[in-house]
T-cell receptor, first 113, second 114 residues
Framework: ETGVTQSPTHLIKTRGQQVTLRCSSQ?????VSWYQQALGQGPQFIFQ???????GRGNFPPRFSGLQFPNYSSELNVNALELDDSALYLC????????????FGSGTRLTVV | AQSVTQPDIHITVSEGASLELRCNYS??????LFWYVQSPGQGLQLLLK??????LVQGIKGFEAEFKRSQSSFNLRKPSVHWSDAAEYFC????????????FGTGTKLQVIP
């Protein structure tokens, strides 16, 4: 098992900019979910992708978007960054939609200034 | 809407002492229930999960949790805490079926003193 890797580990962006965060899922895992974890909070569900299609979405605006690729990698894109977007972004993969055995990456710490 | 409450923000225990972290959920049906642990600068690691069946669930690292339907609770326990258990612990719930939206509590930070 290769685990879940995320890049970059840390990132600083200016308000209004756009950012792309990357995740490489565990091999064979066809489901990937993204979470936002603000400081002192639990992770909040952004969305989930299953076989390259969005399969569910939390309470996040459309400027949060994603992609999933056939090679088990995925991206989280955030447009028009706001200060409140500063958080740890976590990627989690699982074997299938019905399998809740998430494997989490270590996250990308995004700071918006 | 489903919600998870972890009433203790911070807990301090002595090494070797027992531990119980509280978790209550609010949902119309019995959801799937989880406990995760997060060390500083790390992602989350699944300790254990409950879907159905035996209400006492064994997990990794010597942790266990008990589901009590009447109290809507899923408390995490460990009989003897080790210094390496110091971390933040999250209780989480999910709907059965559909997509895997997991709702997390706000976490309990565990400090272990020698």
């Amino acid at each position: 098992e290769t685990g879940v890797t995320q890049s970059p580990t840390h990132l600083i962006k200016t308000r209004g900019q756009q950012v792309t965060l990357r995740c490489s899922s565990q091999s064979g895992h066809n489901t990937v979910s993204w979470y936002q974890q603000a400081l002192g909070q639990g992770p909040q569900f952004i969305f989930q992708y299953y076989r390259e299609e969005e399969n569910g979405r939390g309470n996040f605006p459309p400027r949060f978007s994603g992609l999933q690729f056939p090679n088990y990698s995925s991206e989280l894109n955030v447009n028009a960054l706001e200060l409140d977007d500063s958080a740890l972004y976590l990627c989690a993969s699982s074997l299938d939609r019905g399998n809740y055995g998430y494997t989490f990456g270590s996250g990308t710490r995004l700071t918006v200034v | 809407a489903q919600s998870v409450t972890q009433p203790d923000i911070h807990i301090t225990v002595s090494e070797g002492a027992s531990l119980e972290l509280r978790c209550n959920y609010s949902y119309g049906a019995t959801p799937y229930l989880f406990w995760y642990v997060q060390s500083p600068g790390q992602g989350l690691q699944l300790l254990l999960k409950y879907f159905s069946g035996d209400t006492l669930v064994q997990g990794i690292k010597g942790f266990e949790a008990e589901f009590k339907r009447s109290q809507s609770s899923f408390n995490l326990r460990k009989p003897s805490v080790h210094w390496s258990d110091a971390a933040e612990y999250f209780c989480a719930v999910a709907l059965s079926g559909g997509y895997q939206k997991v709702t997390f509590g706000t976490g309990t930070k565990l400090q272990v003193i020698p």
